[in-house]
Nanobody, 124 residues
Framework: QVQLVESGGGLVQAGGSLRLSCAASGRTSGAYTMGWFRQAPGKEREFVAAINWSGGRADYAGSARGRFTISRDNAKNTASLQMNSLKSEDTGIYYC?????????????????WGQGTQVTVYA
């Protein structure tokens, strides 16, 4: 089992930045893709970004591309999501997720491990 813990959420004004972090512990040996998802009030959880095991490839939702950057540090078992130019529609609970294997994944069902989430609130 792998445990994921997110941090870095908070309240930020529109146009500002936040950096989310995800720390993995437990059975972290083996390759796995890391992803970030978010869930706004009354909406389904949606894909935001993913990064493959080596960190050489990343995928972004259209709403995140150009504003968000996903990264990872396998030596520290961490992943991060740098969010710039935040908008009110970015508000939600952000979840870190891990998918066993080396393929970039957008589907929630592809992810095996989930964190508890961290709240991001962007105000105008």
């Amino acid at each position: 089992q792998v445990q994921l813990v997110e941090s870095g959420g908070g309240l930020v004004q529109a146009g500002g930045s936040l950096r989310l972090s995800c720390a993995a512990s437990g059975r972290t040996s083996g390759a796995y893709t890391m992803g970030w998802f978010r869930q706004a009030p009354g909406k389904e959880r949606e894909f935001v970004a993913a990064i493959n095991w080596s960190g050489g490839r990343a995928d972004y939702a259209g709403s995140a591309r150009g504003r968000f950057t996903i990264s990872r540090d396998n030596a520290k078992n961490t992943a991060s999501l740098q969010m710039n130019s935040l908008k009110s529609e970015d508000t939600g609970i952000y979840y870190c997720a891990g998918a066993l294997g080396t393929v970039l994944q957008r589907l929630r069902a592809a992810y095996d491990y989930w964190g508890q989430g961290t709240q991001v609130t962007v105000y105008a």
